[in-house]
């Protein structure tokens, strides 16, 4: 079994700036695709950003491009989401999951593909 844990939500004005974090533990780390995903109140979840194994591939939803980085340190089993230049529609409960892949280089953006979810953190961002 898998743990995934964020952290890092908070309150932001607009156009600031906040880190969310997100640990997994369990297994090796390094096995797993990681992504990030959002749900604002009365919608659906959507995707905002994914990282293959080794970190070289990354994949943005179009609304936090240039905005939004996804990183991650697979021998520290955490990888991060670098929020910048926050606007209030980013408002939403931000979810880490994690997604078991043979593929080094593979981006998972549907979110019924992941297997593991952590409990998500809450960003509000105020205008």
């Known amino acids: 079994q898998v743990q995934v844990v964020e952290s890092g939500g908070g309150l932001v004005q607009a156009g600031g700036s906040l880190r969310l974090s997100c640990a997994a533990s369990?297994?090796?780390?390094?096995?797993?695709?990681m992504g990030w995903f959002r749900q604002a109140p009365g919608k659906e979840r959507e995707f905002v950003a994914a990282?293959?194994?080794?970190?070289?591939?990354?994949y943005y939803a179009d609304s936090v491009k240039g905005r939004f980085t996804i990183s991650r340190d697979n021998a520290k089993n955490t990888v991060i989401l670098q929020m910048n230049v926050l606007k209030p529609e980013d408002s939403a409960v931000y979810y880490c999951?994690?997604?078991?892949?043979?593929?080094?280089?593979?981006?998972?953006?549907?979110?019924?593909?992941?297997?593991?979810w952590g409990q998500g953190t809450q960003v509000t961002v105020s205008s």
């Open positions: 990282i293959s194994r080794s970190g070289g591939s990354t």
């Open positions: 369990g297994r090796t780390f390094s096995a797993y695709a």
């Open positions: 999951a994690a997604k078991t892949t043979a593929l080094q280089s593979r981006v998972v953006v549907t979110p019924t593909t992941y297997d593991y």
